[in-house]
């Protein structure tokens, strides 16, 4: 039997095959882009994400060979869709959905902070408050859009709309409502009354129904099983959001185990039994063993967004040469940069381009580049923009660190920004914890292949995802170049304290807060 798995990232929606015992077939991908209309604004509109679903499921299919009656289900993960897409009653979308990057609701934030106390919120939700949250995004529709709020029957997620239009079930799974923050009750695993009522957002315009990750949603319907090539009522499985979703990928079922996901945005989490909370950190349940694990991750706003925006405003050259040849741009410019030294020259830059969410929660934070002089050139800048992710990854780290937990010291790291070599030794030697990736790039989409095996008994537990998962080489810390890249670390965290009140003039100036 064969499986099928898809994540709808922030960027694009990638689509992976595999067998029963977690072999890989086949894969396709789509690439999209986010409209950001303001400053420190992030929406989609969710018929982006359908049509890129359909069309990789669609072409994994006919690539494969596999026969329909082949693949036992299929499971889906999503981007974390901040509000969710406010819907009417007839689940038509009303506006785009908030995205995680989103930093909009800023007065809706210092609202809560003003009027809900940190114990309450916490000690229900396991999180605290920042514009990153979903809920806080709800309130700002509600505060801005009195005529979109008074029409909206649901918030649905990015993975739930593309589940309920190939089976016609509203549902969301755990995780993806714990996330949400603010309105679930991370204890008791339910939408929290008490939470609703102060915040003001209306229980009804919550999922109804929340399942496990590895549940079935539902059946896929035969307008979509003839338009990807598959069997009508084939399982759809309910899936979670990609971040413990990738961290599943990379076999990650007991506390100490972590794992970097780095694409767009990076997000590093573990998992406990609940023991270590902290409102520094992003809180919820796992996608397996819903009932019983957490997951707490740290996000950084950008991480392969940082060498995208460089490659695409300073590597016209370097794009050139990849039509040409085929070589990646990124692997042109990691070329130039790979003979500079730690520390760039004394180049230091805060990756802050879309504001920050752990650990500073910072929706005025801006990317900065501090140190340049004549004798520098592009590739000292693009070197310093790959440290800077290792620099916030390292942040977020130390504080759940902070709250006694006990972490391996190898770290697993999936995602986009694995495939270079290079980066991920930065990774190492910044952090100070050897990297281990996977062998193939298969990252949240395997993850939810799996997923998709559990939820159609092709699969009898979750323990047989290390059965599944294998390794590259690790890539170990280089001892001398850490005490260096320690002393940037800390001007790095200097850096921000330092900017961090011009920063927020520079936002109120600029017209995005």
Request: glycine share 10%.
């Amino acid at each position: 039997m064969y499986l099928l798995g898809t994540d709808i990232g922030t960027q694009g929606t990638k689509t992976v095959m595999v067998d029963e015992k977690g072999n890989f077939i086949t894969d396709a991908f789509r690439e999209y882009q986010v409209i950001t209309p303001r400053p420190s604004w992030a929406e989609q509109w969710p018929d982006v994400w359908l049509e890129a679903v359909v069309e990789t499921i669609a072409e994994c299919v006919k690539k494969s060979g596999v026969k329909p009656q082949e693949i036992a289900g299929l499971a889906l993960s999503g981007l974390y869709g901040g509000s969710g897409i406010p819907v009417d009653d007839k689940v038509q979308p009303l506006y785009p959905c908030l995205i995680w990057m989103d930093r909009r609701a800023r007065k809706e934030t210092q609202w809560v902070k003003d009027n809900v106390p940190l114990e309450k919120i916490f000690g229900i939700t396991g999180n605290y408050v920042d514009s990153y949250y979903g809920f806080t995004k709800m309130m700002w529709i509600r505060n801005n859009l009195p005529e979109i709020w008074n029409k909206i029957y649901q918030f649905v997620t990015p993975k739930d709309y593309v589940i309920y239009r190939f089976t016609g079930n509203l549902i969301t799974d755990f995780s993806s409502a714990g996330n949400i923050g603010g309105v679930f009750d991370i204890h008791k695993r339910t939408w929290s009354d008490e939470m609703c009522e102060i915040l003001g957002i209306p229980r009804r315009m919550l999922p109804e129904v929340i399942i496990k990750s590895s549940d079935v949603a539902g059946k896929l319907n035969k307008e979509f099983a003839q338009a990807m090539g598959l069997l009508e009522g084939t399982p759809v499985v309910a899936g979670g959001v990609d971040a413990p979703v990738a961290q599943l990928c990379a076999g990650v079922l007991e506390p100490g185990e972590h794992v970097a996901m780095a694409g767009t945005s990076m997000c590093w989490g573990t998992v406990h039994g609940g023991e270590y909370l902290t409102p520094g950190l992003v809180s919820f349940p796992y996608v397996v063993y819903d009932d019983k694990l957490i997951y707490t991750f740290g996000g950084s706003a950008t991480s392969g967004a940082l060498a995208r925006w460089f490659r695409d405003q300073f590597g016209r050259y370097e794009k050139e040469v990849e039509q040409n040849t085929g070589i990646s741009a990124y692997t042109l410019l990691e070329l130039q940069a790979k003979d500079i030294a730690p520390g760039s020259a004394g180049i230091l830059v805060l990756p802050y381009f879309m504001g920050e969410r752990s650990p500073i929660w910072d929706p005025d934070a801006r990317g900065t580049i501090l140190g340049l002089s004549l004798y520098h050139n592009r590739a000292h800048v693009y070197r310093a923009m790959l440290e800077a992710a290792a620099y916030s990854l390292r942040h977020n780290m130390e504080e759940a660190l902070k709250t006694g937990m006990k972490l391996n010291p190898e770290c697993w790291i999936v995602g986009g920004v694995a495939r270079s070599s290079f980066w991920v030794q930065i990774f190492a030697d910044v952090t100070g914890f050897n990297m281990k990736r996977l062998s193939k790039d298969v990252e949240a989409p395997f993850g939810d292949a799996f997923l998709a095996g559990l939820g159609t008994g092709v699969i009898d537990k979750p323990e047989r995802i290390k059965d599944w998962v294998s390794f590259r080489p690790v890539i170990e810390v280089d001892v001398e170049r850490h005490q260096i890249y320690t002393r940037y670390y800390e001007l790095f965290k200097e850096l921000y304290r330092s900017t961090r009140e011009v920063m927020q003039k520079l936002a109120e100036l600029s017209g995005s807060v």
